[in-house]
């Protein structure tokens, strides 16, 4: 058996085919994850492409988050894959009309781009590396040079042209990346949760919010923990840039949404009665009121006030926290929410999460817990801090 599928329970008319809802909690994980990717490369483009000084401290963290997690992406579709094995089947034998034998193609050329741009950052330290460890480290750090021992001032400006050109083809690559997530939803037409042109961009801008909320989660936890002092501007212009796109994800959902209610007037009954029924905890309570609300409110009052210190610290790190949950409850709400929604118009299903299995609680949460792991790893071998770079 490929995989193991649960009954739901249904309310309603529903057609004996939707009482197994396919899609299931690894398919709310994968979005995410590509959000992160996206999110986390953007901050990483602000300083790289755009020159803004003030997000120096997280830069090349940010490539490296990003990498980290596009190389866990993938696991959540082969894991809800039957046969895992045929995953390349799309790239080999291709078929131009699918989004998502296209997507294989994009997903591979930005990994490649992600390998490329790190490969330049971190090349003068892989090369001193190199040079000074022996054994089977010194060995790694040596293939890893790719032969390229020239740190000279004219190498490094010729690298710096390269990571230049890298980041602004990544810009639209990362964001085509993710946007394309939201095209699938909203061009399935079978389903009125999901069938929406605004899709696309709600997905988007969501992406950028939640990488930009990690990255400010990693960069004030990993200054604490290495013991040196948070850069204040840093994290003043990262809470920006998140209040800022944030305002925007907002502005979206609620046309979207609005969008959504008109057509349950129009005679999609269930629509009206999934958002006044099911849908009051995870979307009014915890995605909206807490999780939206409260850190645009509480972002707003620290800009407007102007509020400085640890004060800014601990509003930023707690508005950023409740930003990631309220994106991952974003992704559930509508990945499990328009399938709980009959293709009738006409019941509504309930989808419960088994927590032990392969398609389970447990399981995603080892996937969201993977690109940190992965993290902590290649933090170690390539520094992305100045501090660590002065130490050496």
């Known amino acids: 058996?490929?995989?193991?599928?649960?009954?739901?329970?249904?309310?309603?008319?529903?057609?004996?085919?939707?009482?197994?809802?396919?899609?299931?909690?690894?398919?709310?994980?994968?979005?995410?994850?590509?959000?992160?990717?996206?999110?986390?490369?953007?901050?990483?483009?602000?300083?790289?492409?755009?020159?803004?000084?003030?997000?120096?401290?997280?830069?090349?963290?940010a490539m490296l988050t990003s990498l980290c997690c596009m190389l866990i992406v993938p696991l959540p579709l082969l894991l809800h894959l039957g046969h895992p094995e045929r995953a390349l089947n799309?790239?080999?034998?291709?078929?131009?009309?699918?989004?998502f034998a296209v997507f294989g193609y994009a997903a591979a050329f930005y990994v490649i781009l992600l390998l490329l741009e790190n490969w330049f950052v971190f090349r003068p330290h892989i090369v001193k590396q190199a040079q000074?460890?022996?054994?089977?480290?010194?060995?790694?750090?040596?293939?890893?040079?790719?032969?390229?021992?020239?740190?000279?001032?004219?190498?490094?400006?010729?690298?710096?042209?390269?990571?230049?050109?890298?980041?602004?083809?990544?810009?639209?690559?990362?964001?085509?990346?993710?946007?394309y997530v939201g095209f699938v939803f909203g061009s399935l037409k079978s389903r009125e949760w999901w069938s929406s042109d605004l899709m696309p961009p709600i997905f988007l801008f969501s992406a950028i919010i939640s990488g930009v909320s990690l990255l400010i989660v990693l960069y004030i936890v990993s200054c604490k923990l290495r013991k040196v002092p948070i850069d204040l501007e840093c994290v003043k212009g990262m809470a920006y840039t998140l209040w800022g796109f944030m305002l925007f994800a907002l502005m979206l959902e609620a046309v979207e949404f609005a969008s959504l209610m008109y057509?349950?007037?129009?005679?999609?009954?269930?629509?009206?009665?999934?958002?006044?029924g099911p849908l009051v905890i995870p979307f009014w309570t915890v995605q909206l009121a807490i999780c939206s609300l409260i850190p645009v409110l509480l972002l707003s009052f620290m800009i407007g006030t102007g509020t400085k210190g640890n004060a800014l610290i601990a509003g930023v790190l707690f508005s950023a926290l409740l930003v990631l949950v309220g994106v991952l409850m974003m992704r559930w709400n509508v990945v499990i929410g328009g399938q709980e929604i009959s293709k009738t118009g006409?019941?509504?299903?309930?989808?419960?999460?088994?927590?032990?299995?392969?398609?389970?609680?447990?399981?995603?949460?080892?996937?969201?817990?993977?690109?940190?792991?992965?993290?902590?790893?290649?933090?170690?071998?390539?520094?992305?801090?100045?501090?660590?770079?002065?130490?050496?």
């Open 263 to 276: 057509r349950g007037r129009e005679g999609i009954e269930m629509i009206l009665e999934y958002v006044r």
């Open 1 to 61: 058996m490929d995989t193991l599928f649960h009954a739901a329970p249904f309310t309603g008319y529903v057609y004996p085919n939707e009482t197994v809802i396919p899609w299931t909690v690894l398919i709310v994980i994968y979005p995410y994850l590509t959000g992160l990717v996206a999110g986390a490369f953007t901050m990483s483009s602000l300083y790289q492409v755009f020159g803004m000084q003030r997000f120096k401290p997280v830069a090349h963290f």
């Open 132 to 179: 000074q460890r022996t054994g089977l480290l010194g060995l790694v750090y040596r293939v890893l040079t790719l032969g390229s021992y020239d740190v000279s001032e004219k190498a490094m400006s010729y690298d710096k042209k390269w990571i230049f050109a890298l980041a602004v083809i990544g810009i639209p690559g990362a964001h085509g990346l993710h946007g």
């Open 90 to 99: 799309p790239m080999i034998t291709p078929h131009t009309t699918s989004a």
């Open 346 to 392: 006409k019941g509504l299903l309930t989808y419960q999460m088994p927590w032990v299995e392969q398609e389970s609680g447990l399981t995603a949460a080892i996937l969201l817990m993977a690109p940190l792991v992965l993290l902590t790893v290649a933090v170690r071998f390539f520094p992305p801090w100045d501090d660590a770079k002065a130490a050496h």
